[in-house]
């Protein structure tokens, strides 16, 4: 299917005013700090949609969509429970600790707070995961350029590289916060008025329950039986709401480093915690449209379940009106595509690239190697992206290999802000058995992985404890501003985090 | 899992989710005032994250007690 007339001119509007509005910011690029962290001077309401904007991406959309078409409103539970309480834990726990540390990274926090191997492992987990899922999203963005809009696969994955590059190595994580912004507007209009004409069509939500419940009775029941393989409720308590959600809300880097560039604490917090207001909505954009599909087409079946938001966009949309959903996906796609990017440039050059090549270079030789990093991963990209087509769940596979450190990092995240006897070989240690645990009983025993990530996290939790009672405990100066309990009850630890904070101590 | 788990009901899941809510808001309203508005630009109540907080885990709770 390709579009036409007033759809064609929505999406190439779309596509051009995109990289122009974020070449704007790239007059305010003078620093390391300012092309990493926008110079620490977001406000809370940039760093909440910027947020999202990452959060959500086209993968979500299609794979959303075909989640609430086979197992129906539970699907909301990634949105929800999956999300929420876990974004009030990061923004008010977590958040204020990165923030006030002056971090670029994840693994930087971690690094200070246990040692170099847990810095160096994480460093390269994040790099690597991070390296890898953007040959996923350039391939899906040249998938969606070529079938709507019939160009030539290698010339959407060039069109990608260009929107999403240029902006990006030249404005940092300034004109990537920018211009998520404006992407998230442009999906909520083009999601809700998708949703708004849909529900109209079945007859309102009344109409949409009576056409589908007959047939799918647990389809707006938001807890699934303990029997289904794919969701079963437990799982998604344990394994999703306490153990990966967290671990993506309050550990993922893409996500933190949003905060990191707050120009306050409390900013930092507020950002992360209004994030959690429209990602509530996120359901009405992405559940929704499944089950509308359900009720119009119920014939799709197996694979093709995942086209049921593409079915939707064909079937029910007037002429406009695609051409804004399909902005919206491409928002989606490019929101997320630009913060990857951003966030893998950082942790190479920050956890890599400054630690084990050129130390106490100056802050321009950084700035430049960030730009020349963020370079190499668009094309990185643009040629990885091809392999993709090679393994159709090479994307599934990778968000699986992350679930099976997620647990462990949460862990060791966790207990490393929360209890200040935790060692750095506690914190090593966990990390490593935890890593281990959830590898056997992924990849031998064959447990889904919402199982799998609650055990290792279990694992971590109690191998760190033990590990850390029997090693030395840390000197308090080394604590200092990075653990719970010292930050609330020292005045002069206040001073210390202050002084980190501005001088990137 | 054990079978044992099998024979939990499902409105166990509802009663686990409506603690957990309940319990994420009391430990945001037990962090210090100070800490909440820390280098915020004013102490007008709006700027209060708890209340955020809470009325994120209020919908949260309505949400899960409908479906």
């Excluded at chain 1, 300012?34 to 979500?60: E, H, K």
């Excluded at chain 1, 929704?288 to 995942?306: K, R, Y």
């Excluded at chain 2, 899992?1 to 945001?28: E, Q, R």
């Excluded at chain 2, 994250?49 to 009325?55: E, H, I, N, P, Q």
Aim: a neutral charge; hydrophobic letters at 55%.
């Amino acid at each position: 299917m390709t579009i036409g007339g007033i759809d064609l001119f929505i999406v190439v509007a779309y596509l051009v005013a995109i990289p122009i509005f974020g070449m704007y910011f790239r007059k305010y690029v003078k620093t390391e700090e300012d092309y990493f962290l926008a110079g620490r001077m977001l406000p809370w309401w940039v760093i909440s949609m910027s947020i999202i904007g990452t959060n959500i991406g086209a993968y979500d959309y299609m794979g959303a969509a075909g989640g609430a078409y086979r197992f129906g409103i539970a699907q909301a539970n990634y949105e929800w429970i999956g999300a929420i309480p876990a974004m009030v834990l990061s923004a008010l726990l977590f958040v204020p600790y990165y923030w006030k540390a002056g971090v670029y990274t994840v693994p930087e926090f971690l690094g200070r707070r246990y040692n170099l191997a847990v810095r160096v492992i994480e460093a390269l987990l994040w790099g690597a995961f991070l390296a890898c899922v953007l040959g996923v999203f350039f391939w899906a963005a040249g998938l969606m350029l070529n079938e709507y809009l019939g160009i030539p696969i290698w010339v959407s994955l060039l069109v990608t590289a260009a929107i999403v590059g240029i902006y990006t190595i030249t404005g940092g994580l300034a004109a990537v916060a920018m211009t998520d912004v404006v992407q998230l507007l442009v999906m909520f209009i083009g999601g809700v008025a998708l949703t708004v004409l849909g529900l109209w069509t079945v007859g309102g939500w009344s109409g949409l329950v009576a056409s589908i419940t007959p047939t799918h009775p647990n389809h707006f029941n938001l807890f699934l039986p303990l029997d289904d393989p794919v969701i079963p409720w437990l799982g998604m308590i344990l394994g999703l709401a306490f153990v990966l959600s967290p671990a993506w809300w309050c550990c993922h880097q893409a996500i933190i480093q949003r905060t990191l560039g707050a120009r306050s604490e409390w900013d930092a917090k507020a950002g992360m915690l209004f994030a959690a207001f429209p990602k509530m909505f996120i359901p009405v954009l992405v559940v929704l449209p499944g089950l509308l599909a359900l009720s119009l087409n119920p014939n799709l079946v197996g694979p093709d379940m995942d086209r049921a938001f593409p079915w939707l966009i064909r079937n029910l949309l007037p002429a406009g009106l695609a051409g804004l959903v399909f902005a919206a996906f491409m928002a989606a796609l490019i929101s997320s595509v630009d913060s990857t990017l951003n966030s893998a440039a950082t942790v190479w050059t920050r956890d890599i690239y400054q630690r084990f090549f050129v130390k106490n270079a100056s802050d321009r030789h950084y700035l430049n190697v960030g730009r020349v990093l963020t370079f190499v991963f668009v094309l990185w990209a643009i040629a990885f992206a091809p392999v993709t087509k090679q393994f159709p769940g090479i994307y599934v596979a990778m968000q699986s290999l992350l679930s099976v450190f997620q647990g462990p990092t949460f862990a060791i995240t966790l207990l490393g802000i929360g209890w200040r006897r935790a060692t750095q070989w506690g914190g090593l240690f966990g990390l490593l058995a935890g890593v281990a645990i959830s590898s056997t009983l992924f990849f031998a025993a064959g447990w889904s992985f919402l199982y799998v990530a609650w055990w290792s996290f279990v694992g971590a939790l109690v191998v760190t404890v033990v590990v850390s009672l029997l090693t030395r405990p840390e000197p308090t100066s080394k604590l200092e501003g990075l653990v719970y309990g010292l930050v609330m009850k020292d005045d002069e630890i206040q001073d210390v985090i202050s002084r980190r904070a501005q001088g990137g101590e | 899992m054990g079978d044992w788990l099998t024979g939990l009901p499902l409105w166990w899941g509802k009663v686990i989710a409506a603690v957990f809510f309940f319990g994420i808001a009391v430990w945001a309203w037990r962090r210090p005032r100070s800490y909440i508005y820390s280098e915020a630009p004013d102490n007008h109540r709006w700027r209060d994250l708890r209340v955020w907080a809470s009325v994120l885990m209020a919908i949260q709770f309505l949400l899960y007690l409908t479906f």
